[in-house]
């Protein structure tokens, strides 16, 4: 047996006990007590899996150093285990599995980690080389694989920037003039869609296999489809596309489908590779890119993926079979990929039907990453699902992602509680850039799970909500309950590319669930539902207090049907339509929707609540002690009466129209030059600031550098 590294040998006389150096100290007898030897185990990109992971003889893998804590296991090695991992980038085309064995306990968990000082990275992709001057201004390189029918791949990163795949419009988008949907057998659905002579100019010069590969992007109101072009007719301006999902009925209801009420790119042929930063990646295995000004592509590095999957944990949840206590800490996870099924991928609101993830974990218990990262991936971050509970997310990086950053929970209650996830924290991380091929995506999505805890992160730059809890519409059964996001920084959202979005969106009875002192802001939609706080189908027993909303679309605050949820002592500021929504009871009784109190509505355009809101038939709302100002004391009315006839119907009471005192709201500084007007209702000041990351001032910073092309702010004028 080789001879194994303790770190405690460093500073404490050793001995050798069964082939393995322990402290002296830890092994003297302890009464009641027994202290097992920490065992370390090396990686490094110069090992070798063959090696018995020392110092001397690093292994050259995660999976390798795996593979040597069995080992030691199975020889009968007990204790807490370090897996140290030196710096250097690691590549991979299979993800490192852990199943229950591979798990520790509270007194000796397995710990994967970054060497001190190290940043090592595990990268699965590979580097694209060989680049030349082509035509038209363009430079091509040869894919190994690819003409053979392997190492297709549909992202490419270009140093360290995702490359946006050759699309038309460069900017803007097409509409359809006419959809015609036919009901296949076999389940699938063929959508025959009437389009300009524009579209059809650049189809129509296409061969049937170029065709072949042409991706057709559907943008809904709240989802999105990935669609291949089957077939054309020029003479009619069609485009065929089959698949097998179908367009959902309240899209056509409301339409928002394939209708005049979407929209669609068309993407992934060479003739569309016109602007800078483009690229294409033929069947014959020529890789095609159009350099921006200034740079040189033979001495680029260009990344493809050849993996999508990093790690996977897999217990037995249903069995009595956990994977416990397993740390990683210091790890980067980058280049995961998405490929298109031959189907397509259809339209599912926050991407919930994509079954994929760069980190999965099924039955983790008390599993943590710590300042980790996962970037550049084609799907989502960080998925735990069937019966994790226990498990944190601290201070980890998520950016660059092909559709959400965290999930928690299913899309399905499990009848088997031991099957059911929850208890999961997420804290002080930074997700941003995400949605980058599913632009319905979630920063930060709870489907059914409860006892979660989402606070002080920072989630922006999605082009729908940066956090969803809940999936059950309606009043039915949810499992969604005492949810704690509070204290996030949340913007940047929407980007005018989706609508029915929200800063922070519920979903069904949610008893016990508390959404408080975020801050949100810049929550732009596409045609409509920008929203700051958001509780739609169902959503009731919520609290919701002391958030600051400001810049949006819609509204601070919207409530489509529930009961129960209770509104209280939040800012909210320049909203561009209405500032205060509220629409249909959804027959579920004479029950009270919402509380609305102690709140300051503060605004400069728009009008104060939003249509539809006929309160009498629809709404009923106990609103009270709220402060409203209108910018430049300008008048306003009040779901189309005066204050006058609004107090006389008994509503708002304690409610005033008074200038809050803000400290400069144009400034976005919402602390208050004066207490003299909030007294008079009862708001209690709050430290907003607080939202967000924290730790030191290089994370926070880093929080705040995510470039956003889109910003805008709410001089802006409406839509």
Known sequence: MKIWESTFCKSLPCVRVAGVFVSAVLALPVVGQAFAAELVVHVAPTGDDAGDGSRAKPVASLSGARDAVRR????????????????GTYRFTEPLVLGPEDGGSAEAPVRYEAAPGAKPVFSGGRKITGFR????????????????????????????????????????????????????????????????????????????????????????????????????DAGSHSIRSEGAQVIKPWNKLMELAWGSKGYFHLENFLSALDEPGEWFLARDGKL???????????????????????????????????????????????????????????????????DEAAVMLDGARNVVFQDCEIAHVGTHGLWFRRGSSQCRVERCLFRDLGAGGVRIGEIRIRDNTAEQTHHITLDNNIIQSGGRIFTDAVGAWIGHSGDNNVTHNDIGD????????????????????????????????GQRRMSDLAGVYTLGISDGTVISHNVIHDVYCWGYGGWGLYTDEGSSNIVMENNLVYNVTDGGFHQHYGRENTVRNNIL????????????????????????????????????????????ADVLADLRNNIYWRAGGQRFGFAGKSWDQWRAMGRDQGSIIADPKFMDPDSYDFRFASDEVIKQTGFKSFDYSQAGVYGDAAWIALAKATPNSNKENHHDKPR
């Open 133 to 232: 001057r082509g035509e038209n201004g363009l430079w091509v390189a040869d894919v190994p694989g690819v003409a053979a029918g392997n190492s297709y791949f549909e992202q490419l990163w270009v140093d360290g920037r995702r490359a946006r795949s050759a699309m038309e419009p460069d900017t803007g988008q097409f509409f359809f003039d006419e959809v015609v949907e036919t009901n296949l057998s076999g389940g699938r659905f063929r959508q025959t869609v009437t389009v300009s002579p524009q579209v059809m100019s650049l189809l129509t010069p296409l061969s049937p296999a170029q065709r072949a590969d042409v991706k057709l992007l559907v943008f809904h109101s709240w989802n999105n489809t990935h669609r291949f072009i089957n077939g054309i």
């Open 573 to 616: 500021a320049f909203s561009q339509q209405e500032q205060v929504r509220g629409t249909a009871q959804k027959k579920a009784g004479d029950h009270l929707s919402f509380t609305f109190k102690r709140n300051i509505v503060y605004f400069d355009q728009g009008e104060l609540f939003g249509k539809p809101w006929q309160w009498e």
């Open 72 to 87: 030691l296991r199975a020889e009968g090695k007990a204790g807490p285990v370090r897996v140290v991992v030196a710096d």
């Open 288 to 354: 095609y890119y159009k350099p921006r000004p200034g740079e040189d592509p033979a001495s680029m590095e260009f990344v493809a993926p050849v993996t999508g999957r990093f790690l996977l944990i897999q217990g037995d949840p249903a069995g009595g079979r956990f994977v416990e206590h397993v740390h990683f800490k210091g790890l980067a996870f980058r280049h995961g990929q998405w490929l298109t099924p031959a189907g397509g991928y259809g339209p599912f609101q926050a991407a919930s039907r994509l």
């Open 462 to 493: 999605f082009f729908y909500s940066a956090v969803s809890v809940g999936w059950t519409w309606g009043f039915g059964k949810s499992v969604a309950k005492r949810n704690n996001i509070s204290f996030n920084h949340l913007h940047h959202l």
